[in-house]
């Protein structure tokens, strides 16, 4: 498992990684803050299609326990790997919005 908290592109928002890669797919569980809108969470499978993990459209859910009301996806690759983790660049995709986010996650 991998862990570690990245912060988008020129945004002060983050974005906290919790992957476990397999043969072929991740789980992922990716925790988000929206400014004043609190955290909101997704959960899901990222299937590898050639360099990229990619999970299906979801609805994330809030840390009050509500369901967002737009999609949204993410998608990242692997761009280095250490004996101490992982380097990732991926995206967090919703309302035709992208937002980029960069970084090592951990090996726990």
Do not use: C, H
Not at 16 to 24: P, S
Not at 59 to 75: D, H, V
Not at 82 to 107: C, H, M, V
């Amino acid at each position: 498992m991998f862990i570690g908290r990245l912060y988008y592109e020129n945004e002060k928002n983050y974005i906290d990684i919790q992957l476990i890669e397999r043969e072929g797919e991740a789980a992922i569980r990716a925790v988000t803050t929206w400014d004043d809108l609190g955290e909101w969470t997704i959960d899901a499978i990222a299937k590898k299609s050639g360099d990229f993990f990619n999970t299906p459209t979801v609805f994330p859910m809030s840390n009050s326990g509500l369901k967002s009301e737009f999609a949204a996806s993410i998608s990242f690759k692997v761009t280095a790997r250490s004996g101490k983790g992982i380097e990732i660049k991926g995206a967090w995709r919703e309302q035709g919005i992208t937002w980029i986010f960069k970084g090592e996650l951990e090996e726990a």
